[in-house]
């Protein structure tokens, strides 16, 4: 088996004689040549990934004033950093929206803002101690007057992510962008066969202490990144750079409409070809990385799995949901992401770029496992009113009127003979048919199109629902479309006051 | 090409669209629309050919019409190429060739869908 070592390739980096290629020219080179081929003739694959990133964020250090402040709060342009560390270090992170222009601006634009030179203004409020006695400053602060400004990400360049679909009737806004209902497209995220992990899922190089590029700047992978799981194909890495050595080219502040700010993060890696399976491993195509399409329009924690598809699939612009052709979107750049491993490559065939012998692999075995929730969770059927009476459609108006005002509910659910729920009225469809002259069956005038919930859902999504339609009870289904309750905004606001008061 | 349609409150609920069709003969694919009680907003598709003499017939009406030239505007700079625009397009404006993002001007009916569904504002739409 063919081998060499990483001071060898460094030795070569320094002499000017590396041979370096991007991770979408290793594949062909390694059919040509063979493995074995493959680690005599290439030292270093260089790989890349620009996506939006959420989990990023930045250290900086201000120096301190005189007289000194230890900083309680702090807001870089009206943008909230966190300041429970020491006097004067705040961490900015890249999702928190600003407080005067809320998710058009936040974090990540501030960190934006401080790689194209611009001036940040700060206010800071201060905790009055003895040893800081000042209570409050405002100052205005380029990137260079920081003593630090550190980019420190807990979890970024995942090695494959899911792609969303919505089946629902409305459009969500969502960090993977817009998604049209009924299925109308597909997003996605991730650069395939240049991602740096699907480069080396065995971890022979990926480590703490790796050198990679980020943003521009020559940074270090410091460890596996929050829920890292290379068991399930959701490897990602935690890593840190110089905001300073920082290029807008490969940074970029971005707005999820309706979702909030988020940072577009230039991450590469250089792959040294040290055996044989490292040169098998770097061959990966897209068509040998698969995702899977998930149903965004289940708004909980496990959404259910539509198709199972590769990254050819769907870079090739279209895949194929229940015999019909979706367009699909990337929310990732490729184009950047090449020009990442490209430049990676550059400064390694300069002498610029010297490899890294990490000093421990990445965790083979991650963990993410689900939130311990300990407060009550409500269900709609904890909250719902039973005994709901409910009309068949060839009940006239009159008599519906009479139910209405003899009972406690404002709306009737119609339902079949065999107690399926068809339709609704409400008090207010039924004055409107009164004063039409409209005395007719409930079924000339009930609503057809009937939003429901499950007995089963959690209680926000009732009240999202009725938010989002604008209504005022929702009928609950089971499973056999039987009504067995009603959920009213008036149960909701019952419910929760109780609860805030209790 | 695409024409867009401003049709004032006065000749709002007069049968501008078939009337002009029935005067020029040209056969007019209306892609967007959306009147009110007062005023209309209308994007039509129609021939190269037949469009000097449609969008006359429209103007005699009194209404403002637009050619749609220039419909979306990107900022080059802003733009990273990602492709978040290519899917929410209801008429495949948006396209890659390579890895970079292109668009054809002709395709777009200013329906706004891509505008904020860019993550880096990098489009507008344009006046004509």
Same mark, same amino acid.
């Given at each position: 088996?063919?081998?060499? #070592?990483?001071?060898?390739?460094?030795?070569?980096?320094?002499?000017?004689?590396?041979?370096?290629?991007?991770?979408?020219?290793?594949?062909?080179?390694?059919?040509? &040549?063979?493995?074995?081929?493959?680690?005599?003739?290439?030292?270093?694959?260089?790989?890349?990934?620009?996506?939006?990133?959420?989990?990023?964020?930045?250290?900086?250090?201000?120096?301190?004033?005189?007289?000194?402040?230890?900083?309680?709060?702090?807001?870089?342009?009206?943008?909230?950093?966190?300041? %429970?560390?020491?006097?004067?270090?705040?961490?900015?992170?890249?999702?928190?929206?600003?407080?005067?222009?809320?998710?058009?601006?936040? %974090?990540?634009?501030?960190?934006?803002?401080?790689?194209?030179?611009?001036?940040?203004?700060?206010?800071?409020?201060?905790?009055?101690?003895?040893?800081?006695?000042?209570?409050?400053?405002?100052?205005?602060?380029?990137?260079?007057?920081?003593?630090?400004?550190?980019?420190?990400?807990?979890? @970024?360049?995942?090695?494959?992510? @899911?792609?969303?679909?919505?089946?629902?009737?409305?459009?969500?806004?969502?960090?993977?962008?817009?998604? *049209? =209902?009924?299925?109308?497209?597909?997003?996605?995220?991730? #650069?395939?066969?240049?991602?740096?992990?699907?480069?080396?899922?065995?971890?022979?190089?990926?480590?703490?202490?790796?050198?990679?590029?980020?943003?521009?700047?020559?940074?270090?992978?410091?460890?596996?990144?929050?829920?890292?799981?290379?068991?399930?194909?959701?490897?990602?890495?935690?890593?840190?750079?110089?905001?300073?050595?920082?290029?807008?080219?490969?940074?970029?502040?971005?707005?999820?409409?309706?979702?909030?700010?988020? &940072?577009?993060? %230039?991450?590469?890696?250089?792959? =040294?070809?040290?055996?044989?399976?490292?040169?098998?491993?770097?061959?990966?195509?897209?068509?040998?990385?698969?995702?899977?399409?998930?149903?965004?329009?289940?708004?909980?924690?496990?959404? =259910?799995?539509?198709?199972?598809?590769?990254?050819?699939?769907?870079?090739?612009?279209?895949?194929?949901?229940?015999?019909?052709?979706?367009?699909?979107?990337?929310?990732?750049?490729?184009?950047?992401?090449?020009?990442?491993?490209?430049?990676?490559? @550059?400064?390694?065939? @300069?002498?610029?770029?010297?490899?890294?012998?990490?000093?421990?692999?990445?965790?083979?075995?991650?963990?993410?496992?689900?939130?311990?929730?300990?407060?009550?969770?409500? &269900?709609?059927?904890?909250?719902?009113?039973?005994?709901?009476?409910?009309?068949?459609?060839?009940?006239?108006?009159?008599?519906?009127?009479?139910?209405?005002?003899?009972?406690?509910?404002?709306? *009737?659910?119609?339902?079949?003979?065999?107690?399926?729920? +068809?339709?609704?009225?409400?008090?207010?469809?039924?004055?409107?048919?009164?004063?039409?002259?409209?005395?007719?069956?409930?079924?000339?005038? +009930?609503?057809?199109?009937?939003?429901?919930?499950?007995?089963?859902?959690?209680?926000?999504?009732?009240?999202?629902?009725?938010?989002?339609?604008?209504?005022?009870?929702?009928?609950?289904?089971?499973?056999?479309?039987?009504?067995?309750?009603?959920?009213? #905004?008036?149960? &909701?606001?019952?419910?929760?006051?109780?609860?805030?008061?209790? | 090409?695409?024409?867009?349609?401003?049709?004032?409150?006065?000749?709002?609920?007069?049968?501008?669209?078939?009337?002009?069709?029935?005067?020029?003969?040209?056969?007019?694919?209306?892609?967007?629309?959306?009147?009110?009680?007062?005023?209309?907003?209308?994007?039509?598709?129609?021939?190269?050919?037949?469009?000097?003499?449609?969008?006359?017939?429209?103007?005699?009406?009194?209404?403002?019409?637009?050619?749609?030239?220039?419909?979306?505007?990107?900022?080059?700079?802003?733009?990273?190429?990602?492709?978040?625009?290519?899917?929410?397009?209801?008429?495949?404006?948006?396209?890659?060739?390579?890895?970079?993002?292109?668009?054809?001007?002709?395709?777009?009916?200013?329906?706004?869908?891509?505008?904020?569904?860019?993550?880096?504002?990098?489009?507008?739409?344009?006046?004509?």
């Amino acid at each position: 088996m063919q081998e060499k #070592s990483l001071s060898e390739i460094n030795e070569r980096i320094r002499d000017g004689s590396v041979r370096v290629v991007s991770a979408e020219e290793m594949p062909d080179l390694v059919d040509e &040549l063979g493995t074995d081929g493959a680690v005599r003739e290439v030292d270093v694959v260089t790989t890349g990934t620009f996506g939006a990133m959420c989990s990023s964020g930045v250290f900086l250090n201000m120096g301190h004033s005189d007289p000194p402040i230890k900083i309680a709060k702090a807001w870089f342009n009206e943008v909230e950093a966190y300041g %429970g560390i020491a006097a004067v270090d705040l961490f900015l992170g890249a999702t928190q929206p600003s407080l005067d222009r809320g998710d058009e601006y936040g %974090g990540s634009h501030v960190i934006e803002d401080l790689v194209t030179g611009k001036e940040i203004d700060v206010k800071a409020q201060g905790a009055v101690t003895d040893c800081y006695p000042r209570l409050d400053l405002e100052t205005s602060l380029r990137l260079e007057d920081f003593n630090q400004a550190v980019m420190i990400n807990p979890r @970024n360049a995942f090695q494959t992510y @899911n792609a969303a679909i919505n089946t629902t009737s409305r459009t969500l806004h969502t960090y993977l962008g817009h998604l *049209l =209902p009924r299925c109308g497209n597909v997003n996605f995220s991730g #650069s395939g066969a240049l991602n740096p992990i699907s480069n080396d899922p065995d971890f022979e190089y990926l480590g703490v202490g790796t050198r990679i590029f980020l943003c521009g700047a020559q940074g270090y992978i410091i460890g596996s990144g929050t829920q890292h799981l290379p068991q399930g194909g959701f490897a990602n890495l935690m890593v840190k750079g110089n905001l300073k050595d920082m290029n807008n080219d490969y940074l970029r502040a971005a707005t999820f409409q309706d979702y909030g700010p988020s &940072l577009y993060v %230039g991450l590469g890696v250089p792959i =040294p070809v040290l055996n044989e399976n490292v040169a098998m491993k770097t061959a990966v195509r897209d068509r040998d990385i698969v995702t899977e399409i998930l149903d965004y329009g289940v708004p909980r924690r496990s959404r =259910p799995v539509i198709k199972t598809v590769t990254y050819e699939e769907l870079y090739s612009g279209l895949v194929d949901i229940d015999g019909k052709e979706v367009s699909t979107s990337p929310m990732s750049s490729r184009h950047v992401a090449r020009r990442v491993a490209d430049a990676l490559k @550059n400064q390694i065939l @300069n002498g610029d770029f010297i490899l890294s012998a990490p000093v421990q692999p990445l965790n083979h075995v991650g963990k993410n496992e689900p939130m311990k929730q300990t407060k009550e969770f409500p &269900l709609v059927g904890d909250v719902m009113r039973k005994g709901v009476v409910t009309v068949v459609g060839d009940l006239c108006i009159h008599e519906a009127a009479k139910i209405i005002v003899g009972g406690t509910f404002d709306h *009737l659910p119609v339902v079949s003979e065999n107690n399926k729920l +068809m339709g609704i009225i409400t008090a207010w469809d039924i004055s409107k048919a009164v004063a039409d002259g409209n005395i007719s069956k409930v079924s000339d005038i +009930m609503t057809r199109r009937v939003f429901i919930v499950s007995p089963d859902e959690p209680l926000e999504l009732a009240a999202r629902k009725l938010d989002h339609h604008k209504i005022s009870a929702l009928p609950v289904i089971d499973k056999d479309d039987r009504v067995v309750g009603m959920i009213t #905004s008036d149960d &909701l606001s019952r419910f929760f006051s109780r609860r805030r008061s209790a | 090409m695409k024409l867009l349609l401003h049709v004032s409150p006065g000749i709002v609920r007069q049968p501008l669209v078939s009337s002009v069709i029935l005067e020029t003969n040209a056969l007019v694919n209306i892609e967007r629309a959306n009147v009110d009680a007062v005023c209309g907003e209308i994007v039509i598709d129609v021939s190269s050919d037949k469009c000097d003499v449609v969008k006359k017939a429209f103007e005699d009406r009194g209404v403002e019409v637009v050619l749609l030239e220039m419909p979306v505007i990107k900022d080059e700079d802003e733009c990273i190429n990602c492709g978040a625009c290519i899917s929410i397009c209801p008429t495949g404006t948006f396209k890659f060739e390579g890895s970079k993002v292109v668009e054809d001007p002709g395709k777009c009916i200013q329906c706004g869908a891509c505008i904020k569904a860019c993550p880096q504002r990098a489009l507008k739409l344009g006046l004509g």
